[in-house]
């Protein structure tokens, strides 16, 4: 299969997450017309062709010159850019069915919108929650999950969300989000306990880099609240990934 057309499909399905990430947190429909967030035009078909619109139009509505999000572009090529690392290492070099390789692509979509509209409004929208626990559903269905492997998943979610939620029941909702509680089951019912854990792990040490950084850049206090969701996301993401290798690394550093 062309990378070429993997990544045209991938900018495809970006401009559509963009939809997702714009209209949940503000509980619009999904369903209506694009339009500038400035002036409130309804955007024409060739307004919105992946990446190649923006740079027609040099990042600015066509109507009221407003300057346009690099967000825009940006999900559209990194969804791009996902959708061909997925068939390259995950499908081709695993073998792996066509549904295989789909449901991957349902899961990082899913993935993408939690992350930026964490990031972005601190929220995981439940839409989103639960759109995630059906593509990983779906995906151990195609691949011919056993009953008792699904009770499995199921167990290993709720063992992967406890220190989660360990955090935010101490913290009282301060430090962690129920968002997060909610994300880290879908992450152990994805990954099973050990990738779970290993995800977490990752996003701890991921969001512990990130808080230093702001902190010496002096864009944050250390009261300041970041939004944890996103790095959960990215441990999940490199889990998905690199499992076999970091599975490796993790047994020879620790013996586990």
Do not use: W
């Amino acid at each position: 299969m062309s990378n070429i057309f993997l990544f045209i499909l991938g900018t495809a399905i970006g401009s559509f997450l963009n939809v997702l990430i714009d209209r949940l947190p503000r509980e619009e429909s999904i369903n209506g017309r694009s339009h500038c967030e400035y002036c409130k035009k309804t955007l024409s078909p060739l307004d919105l062709v992946p990446v190649l619109s923006f740079l027609f139009l040099k990042g600015k509505c066509r109507y009221c010159g407003k300057k346009l999000s690099l967000q825009y572009p940006g999900i559209e090529i990194l969804t791009g850019v996902l959708f061909i690392l997925i068939y390259n290492l995950k499908f081709e070099i695993f073998n792996s069915n066509f549904k295989f390789l789909i449901s991957n692509y349902a899961i990082v979509s899913c993935l993408i919108v939690i992350f930026f509209i964490d990031l972005k409004n601190q929220i995981i929208p439940d839409e989103m929650q639960i759109a995630l626990f059906i593509t990983v559903l779906l995906s151990k269905i195609v691949v011919g999950v056993t009953v008792t492997a699904l009770g499995y998943a199921l167990v290993a979610g709720l063992i992967v969300l406890l220190p989660i939620l360990f955090l935010y029941l101490i913290t009282r909702g301060r430090g962690m989000g129920f968002g997060d509680v909610k994300l880290a089951f879908n992450m152990g019912f994805f990954l099973g306990i050990k990738g779970g854990f290993v995800a977490i792990y990752l996003g701890f040490i991921l969001g512990a880099i990130f808080g230093i950084v702001l902190l010496l850049m002096k864009k944050k206090k250390m009261k300041s609240k970041i939004a944890f969701g996103p790095f959960l996301v990215a441990g999940m993401v490199i889990v998905l990934f690199f499992e076999k290798p970091i599975f490796s690394l993790i047994q020879r550093i620790y013996g586990i």
